[in-house]
């Protein structure tokens, strides 16, 4: 085994060869998102997915969780809202608060994206050979046990 092989194993190497894969998924993931129409913008689609899974966000909440400041989550939001994504309304205890709620087209926006990015992960994973599969799904794994995202630590 040559000098250049018994390198390819080492840590380094490896999270090396995990980066590249990871960009060239990143770049898979993000092209999936923007392929929907409406077209959405990565923020866009953050902010629609935190407003999905939070609960009872308001405009505020919704700045602090993207890390945005307010005027750039209103006006996030102002576009959502124009198309028919994100609708506010009035807080059931308080009136003068408004929640931010993500409309049913929104929601159905959300699942292509979703149905999308499944199916070019798919794709990526049909191509790849059945031991190739099960070696990266080891690897996940072992990644998790560690305390990678999504670990156990």
Known sequence: MTEAEEAGGT???LA???G???ESLVTLWISAAESVTPRLSRHQLKA????LHGS???LTALAETLGI??????RLCDRLEAAGLLERVAHPLNRRELQLRVTAQGRKVLAE???RRAGSLAAVLAAMAPAQRESLERGLRGVREVG???GES
């Open 11 to 13: 840590p380094k190497a």
């Open 16 to 18: 090396r060869q995990l």
């Open 20 to 22: 590249d894969a990871v």
């Open 48 to 51: 629609l997915t935190a407003v």
């Open 56 to 58: 009872e966000l308001n």
């Open 69 to 74: 400041a307010l005027p750039a989550a209103s």
């Open 113 to 115: 994206v979703a149905e």
């Open 148 to 150: 990678g995202p999504g």
